[in-house]
């Protein structure tokens, strides 16, 4: 199913299938799609929320990241939740590994690997699996199995790694040997195992929503594999979004004119990108918006790790904007990045960019309000501004929807 709504008869079918879409003025280029980490620091929020504050989310929210099994007695109030799940991750007092030792891979000297991540005193927490084990494989499908039979609506798939992803006990990477030959796994066979994985696990759910959180950086543009593990979700979710530290300037291969390349060629292959946006500061979270902005074709979703700012009390205005339907795509300007909507612009400064001095016309305003005046961008910085829609049913509705009063101007 295509991701790129272009005609009124199109978007009539997008809206039978995806039950969470009520208007075509929801699938507009410029209405921010917000996707919320409900993760455990989120469960004061849906451990007991009255009706109002079920209602907020589920118009709020388009996606919620939730997990199993505190989630699954909430899906009567909040039906768009994807549930997390590991590609390759078994937990030591797992059932499972009891079972199946033998689905963790190990060393030449038979020590069992893990995921390189919260590694400490010689011991991560979790085993790296075997993902060229076709009974591991066909046990993780039927786990997700029991899972959408509750009600979820996606899976959310963490470490879809298409790079060494595997270590010791201090998480120092470590080749693990391929049980099927007795030999050191090669790089191209890890991919292999991976790109046939999520092939299997597309085949086995062709109705819900996938979602890949995928390392953008790890192969080649042009590596079919790459677009095999693409092409096997609906959305790939990109960790730290656009403000990540690590975007450079230029065009190598961690610049962020290489990040946005990336996302034309998710786009290319009809499906959607989340900018998962790993922010601290109002300058950061401002340069994550405006990039959604310039990406967005209608179906692609913005995140925050910031609960200060994403949470039913302190929800940003930012995140509630509807700047209408796109009149531009991102283009060149004055040393920027830029996109027009029916009802306003982002100007996105890249890293290494020179300072601009800016005097918008009367008319536009920022998300607080005030008129936009002189503007400075220096380099990773951005702005988002506002400007009367030529008319409400031309602009795709409000400029933004609901939220709370306690939002600060930005």
């Known amino acids: 199913m295509s991701m790129r709504y272009r005609t009124a008869s199109v978007l009539a079918v997008a809206l039978a299938l995806l ?30 929320p009255g009706d109002s504050e079920q209602q907020w989310m589920r118009e709020t929210y388009i996606r919620m990241q939730t997990y199993t099994p505190y989630f699954d007695r909430r899906l009567d109030w909040y039906p768009n939740a994807w549930v997390y799940k590991d590609s390759y991750s078994i937990k030591p007092h797992w059932q499972i590994f009891r079972e199946h030792p033998e689905w963790v891979l190990r060393d030449a000297d038979g020590n069992m690997l893990f995921i390189p991540w919260g590694c400490r005193d010689g011991s991560c927490p979790q085993y790296a699996a075997d993902l060229g084990n076709p009974a591991f494989r066909a046990n993780w499908i039927a786990e997700a199995k029991r899972l959408v039979e509750l009600g979820y609506r996606g899976i959310w798939v963490d470490d879809v790694n298409l790079t060494w992803r595997v270590s010791d006990g201090d998480g120092e990477h ?22 046939v994985f999520m092939e299997e696990i597309r085949a086995a759910f062709p109705a819900i929503e996938i979602a890949h959180n ?3 950086y790890a192969v080649p543009f042009d590596d079919p594999v790459l677009t095999r593990q ?3 979700a609906d959305f790939i979710n990109l960790e730290r979004g656009a403000s990540d530290p690590g975007l450079t300037d230029g065009d190598g291969k ?30 950061q979270r401002m340069f994550g918006l405006a990039a959604w902005f310039l990406i967005s074709r209608g179906q692609d ?16 205005r930012g995140y509630a904007l ?16 830029r996109r027009d909507f029916r009802c306003g612009t982002a100007l996105l400064n890249p890293p290494g960019g020179w300072t601009q001095q800016l005097s918008m016309p009367s008319g536009y305003r920022r998300i607080g309000g005030e008129p936009a005046g002189n503007l400075r961008v220096k380099g990773r910085e951005a702005v988002v501004l506002l400007r009367d829609c030529e008319s409400a049913s031309d602009a795709g509705g409000a400029q933004s929807r609901s939220a709370p009063s306690n939002s600060e101007p930005q």
């Open 322 to 337: 509807d700047l209408g339907p796109a009149t531009s795509e991102r283009f060149r300007w004055r040393g920027m990045w």
């Open 214 to 216: 995928s390392i953008w």
């Open 254 to 283: 961690w610049s962020f004119e290489r990040f946005l390349a990336f996302i034309d060629l998710v786009q290319s292959r009809d499906r959607a990108a989340v900018l998962m946006d790993y922010g601290k500061t109002p300058a």
């Open 301 to 316: 979703m913005i995140a925050s790790n910031q609960l200060e700012w994403s949470a039913p009390d302190a929800f940003w």
């Open 174 to 195: 470590v080749r693990p040997i391929n049980p099927r030959t007795g030999e050191p796994m090669t790089l191209p066979e890890w991919r292999e195992n991976f790109a």
């Open 19 to 48: 039950g969470g879409i009520s208007s075509a003025e929801d699938v507009s280029e410029g209405r921010v799609r917000f996707y919320n980490i409900a993760d455990s620091d989120f469960d004061r929020y849906s451990k007991a």
């Open 230 to 232: 693409i092409d096997a």
